[in-house]
């Protein structure tokens, strides 16, 4: 019967120090003479600053909540379209490839900048100036949400 023959490579692992234990480590095994930290169990909580007010304590309390629900566009404007060529059908995967939003999500178009370019862009939502805009460029702006007015 063949036993597992795998092993650390030579001094990749170190034994834990297990303090108070005898002599091994010289009379106070590493802990110094007398106090709290020489003691069993002792030393101070997490947080404890010798007893200046903590960090914890001296930061200001958060006013408010936040909405979980809240929706978060994320802005493109019709000037950063230039890049597109004439006929490209361009919405959120293409913008994120082409590093114009940082992430994946809702995108609404704002009316900052001239379009060249006829594209075909879907968005989530879009200024009523950015739709006037790219409608006299030529280009097709699908809107997927409409909200009630």
């Known amino acids: 019967m063949q036993q597992n023959t795998l092993k650390p490579t030579t001094g990749s692992t170190k034994s834990k120090i297990r303090r108070g234990r005898g002599a091994s480590r010289g009379n106070y095994s590493g802990r110094g003479m007398k106090g709290q930290n020489a003691r069993s169990g002792g030393g101070v909580r997490p947080g404890f600053e010798g007893g200046q007010t903590p960090l914890i304590r001296r930061m200001p309390k958060l006013k408010g909540f936040l909405n979980p629900n809240k929706e978060i566009y994320l802005p493109i404007n019709l000037g950063d379209l230039n890049g597109f060529k004439d006929g490209e059908a361009v919405d ?35 200024s009523a100036s950015a739709l006037e805009k790219a409608s006299k460029a030529g280009a097709e702006v699908t809107v997927l949400e409409k909200k009630a007015e």
């Open 92 to 126: 959120v995967k293409v913008l994120k490839a082409k590093g114009l939003v940082k992430r994946l999500g809702k995108v609404k178009l704002l009316g900052n900048g001239e379009l060249t370019v006829k594209v075909k862009l879907t968005v989530d939502c879009a």
